[in-house]
């Protein structure tokens, strides 16, 4: 099989599938963000229609930017990559493409259900059972299209990008089945302490075990491309694959300090979280030395751009978690913005970031044509980056003046006047990440669908 062969541009469907499907809906995610966003400005504003007050408009939010647009980003960028790197065809693009429909009719489904009020009530783990097994279903096929394209390479070493998507599929399959308490059809829950240690068991690894590890493996491919160097050090590469692997997995009870859990889980989740120090340096050391002295090349290429920038945020965010986990340090974060805007960082900020990268660096090299427009592209850059560094800025000082307040016996209501006009300029940097959103959707459907050669 020819190399010119395996990366003709009529072949990627599965690729261009998920693309289109990130772009679309990532519009329609961070609408809902901003629709949210102005509810908690106005909350009369939708009062009479229960479909979208702000207890449906949340998680349809919520799980919109998880799984339709920053998921399916990442792995239209591994659906590119991974045969690239293993120097072979994706092993079937009738089975990614059966995957890609199934995923899109699971979202479908999920925002019908969710607007209708069909909740399962639990934290990333909102959809009803018939879409929680539709994603399970997907994860499976991903997985072994994946691992079959593997079986098939021509290149006997498995760089470090192809162990961190194989290790997305298949652990997020399995986390995503037991988080949603599959075996039980008609609750999604177990009951009392241990649905809640078993939900934040998968509430973090979600993140975890599925965005942290595309991120990872989309920077590990873009950045060393991008910058014409090797990596740093693939044996650092794998110390951050295994060592988050095996921290990462039980940090999720730190969401649970103030809950009557076993003293010693809790320990656990203390001490790994401060031990997230270990895989996070460790894949940021090797991307940041691989491109050093290189940033000029970093910022010449767009998706590069996006991708190194998504690594900042990843240092933050995982900063802020580690001290976060700490009982002193909750006692004032815990159940206010201060968490929102954590979430912000680190979903929309390092995976968001990423994501977006994955997608602009493969898009002209799935097509065989350039960019439709790298103005827009910029444009959309800086968009998403000025809304998520002022979200950073402004949930993090709402946070403080909750959470202050709340330790001092104020109560609830009577701090709502004092952060209002901070809902205010959410709501208006929420405006931003949508325009960017559309002029992303405008950006990636021109290039996909306009004749080669057409660029602005």
Known sequence: MSNAMATSPEKHLTARGFCITSACWMAVATFMGLLGAIELVAPDLTENLGWIVFGRVRPIHVNLVLFGFVTPGLLSAAYYFVPKLLRTRLYSEKLGLVTVITWNLALVAGVATLAAGLSQGREYAE????????????????????????????????????????????????????????????SGALVGIPDAILLWFYGHNIFGLLLTPLSAAVAYYVIPRACRAPLYSHTLSLLGFWSLIV??????????????????????????????????????????????????????????????????????????????????????????????????????????????????????????????????????????????????????????????????????????????????????????????????????AKTLLAPSGENA
């Open 127 to 186: 959809l009803i059972w018939p879409i929680d097994m539709a994603i399970v279903i997907a994860f499976g096929l991903i997985f072994f299209n994946l691992i079959m394209t593997v079986k098939q390479r021509n290149e006997p070493l498995l760089y470090v990008s192809v162990w961190y998507v194989l290790a997305a599929a298949l652990l997020t399959g399995v986390t995503f089945a037991l988080g949603n308490v599959v075996w039980q059809p008609d």
């Open 247 to 444: 921290i990462y997995t039980h940090v999720g009870t730190h969401h649970l300090l103030q809950v009557p859990v076993p003293t010693w889980l809790k320990v656990v989740a203390i001490v790994d979280s401060i031990a997230m120090v270990i895989p996070v340096m460790a894949f940021l050391i090797n991307i940041w030395y691989t491109a050093r002295g290189k940033l000029g090349e970093v910022h010449a290429d767009v998706g590069a751009k996006f991708v190194f920038t998504g690594t900042i945020m990843y240092f933050f965010v995982s900063i802020q978690g580690s001290m976060m986990a700490l009982p002193q340090v909750q006692r004032v974060t815990h159940f206010n913005n201060w968490v929102v805007a954590h979430a912000h960082i680190g979903v929309l900020g390092f995976a968001g970031m990423i994501a977006l990268g994955g997608l602009y660096y493969v898009l002209p090299r799935m097509t065989g044509k350039p960019l439709y427009s790298r103005f827009l592209a910029d444009l959309q850059y800086w968009l998403v980056l000025i809304g998520i560094s002022g979200f950073a800025i402004v949930l993090t000082i709402v946070g403080l003046i909750q959470g202050n307040a709340w330790l001092n016996g104020e109560t609830v209501y009577r701090v709502l006047p004092e952060i209002h006009i901070y809902y205010i300029t959410r709501a208006s940097l929420g405006v931003m990440i949508f325009c960017g959103a559309l002029i992303g959707l405008f950006n990636i």
